[in-house]
């Protein structure tokens, strides 16, 4: 069982009295999806999964983030997929953020509850069902992998978060870490998930400016989050969707930690869309 508090969306449908007035946005630069918008009439379905739905956070969208696709997926008891990758070039990673997944790897069985956490490379064999009796929710992030030549794809792993040490970020006094799953310096992966954690009262301590695209779905606490020239209060369960080179910073509110689920592409080169002419 984590020692760690997630924060999973309820679903269900607002009253007809709630006013309409929301923190939701979407600019040029960024998006703020917030948990009031996790309703039952926003969830999909997809293909070969059996008793499950999806919210979807991000899809690629052209002028706006495109690398990542991500979703939360609520798995009722018996449900799941024998076949949920139907993308044979899509990477993916898991994280368990209410109840118990069995998710098999080339006939490997391992059991993931709370804070559990995969990686699945393309053209993995995989299946994931809840066998439980309680529903079970996680995010699933996707992405296109980008093959080097001379560089083998990943292989599959499995692990948790609490099975994995955080690393202080430098000269913070220990407000400031994040939960690495992979080597930093292991070329083979294209795209980093961590969880990063601030103490109340840390900070970003400038405006982030890069190149990385990021999805940020926030676990636990509350912060104001600066986005573009914006300064924006988040809480657990929102999430935010950054194209590149969004400024970025934040201040951790308390009175407990801040914490949130980070994607960012990295360890590439920048795409050329139309090539060299020769």
């Known amino acids: 069982m984590s020692k760690n508090s997630y924060y999973a969306p309820s679903g269900g449908l607002p009253p007809q009295t709630q006013i309409l007035t929301d923190r939701a946005m979407f600019t040029e630069a960024y998006a703020v999806i917030p948990k009031g918008t996790f309703s039952d009439i926003v969830t999909s379905f997809l293909p070969f999964w059996k008793d499950t739905r999806f919210w979807v956070l991000s899809r690629p969208l052209s002028g706006f983030a495109e690398t990542f696709s991500q979703y939360i997926a609520e798995v009722q008891p018996n449900g799941g997929s024998d076949k949920p990758e139907t993308d044979s070039s899509a990477e993916g990673i898991l994280f368990v953020v209410e109840g118990e997944i069995t998710l098999t790897i080339a006939g490997q069985v391992h059991v993931l509850g709370e804070g559990g956490y995969a990686y699945l490379p393309p053209k993995c064999d995989w299946t994931i069902h809840n066998k439980s009796k309680a529903s079970a929710k996680f995010h699933w992030i996707r992405k296109a992998y980008e093959y ?131």
């Open 148 to 278: 080097v030549e001379g560089l083998d794809a990943p292989e599959p792993f499995v692990t948790n978060e609490n099975d994995v040490a955080p690393t202080q970020m430098p000269d913070t006094g220990g407000v400031w870490a994040t939960t690495r799953f992979v080597d930093m310096a292991d070329m083979r992966h294209d795209m980093h998930v961590t969880i990063v954690t601030f103490q109340p009262g840390g900070v970003i301590p400038f405006a982030e400016t890069h190149v990385m695209e990021h999805g940020l779905y926030v676990l636990e606490g509350k912060a104001v989050y600066r986005l573009n020239q914006d300064w924006v209060e988040v809480e657990a369960g929102d999430y935010m969707w950054l194209r590149a080179f969004c400024p970025q910073a934040c201040y951790a509110g308390g009175p407990g930690s801040f914490r949130y689920l980070l994607y960012k592409d990295v360890n590439r080169h920048m795409r050329f869309s139309g090539g060299f002419a020769k």
